[in-house]
């Protein structure tokens, strides 16, 4: 009975050390996620806007870029944090207009 006792412990054990692995892993790829740079393409894609509103962006200096050989670069990071400072949570807690 001991024996199963012990062998409960150490898989017990093992999945904590699993846990804390995948936590710090998960923790690592957003650290990383964040540090990533992404072309204009891809913000325009993903953002839905034309090439324009991303040059006025730049240009007004609301997002940071990096040019290299005349493409343009953004930190994931800086488009994030754009979004964020333009949030305007919902003033109704009701959806569908009632």
Not at 25 to 53: A, P, Y
Not at 60 to 74: A, C, E, H, Q, T
Request: aromatic share 12%.
């Amino acid at each position: 009975m001991t024996e199963i006792f012990d062998m409960l412990l150490t898989l017990s054990q093992d999945i904590k050390t699993v846990k804390a692995y995948l936590l710090n892993f998960h923790k690592s790829r957003l650290e990383q996620f964040s540090d990533e740079w992404i072309d204009g393409q891809v913000v325009m894609q993903t953002l839905h806007i034309s090439k324009r509103t991303l040059q006025s962006l730049r240009d007004s200096g609301v997002l940071p870029y990096s040019r290299i050989n005349g493409k343009f670069y953004y930190k994931v990071s800086d488009i994030e944090a754009l979004l964020e400072s333009n949030y305007s949570p919902s003033k109704s807690k009701h959806y569908g207009g009632k």
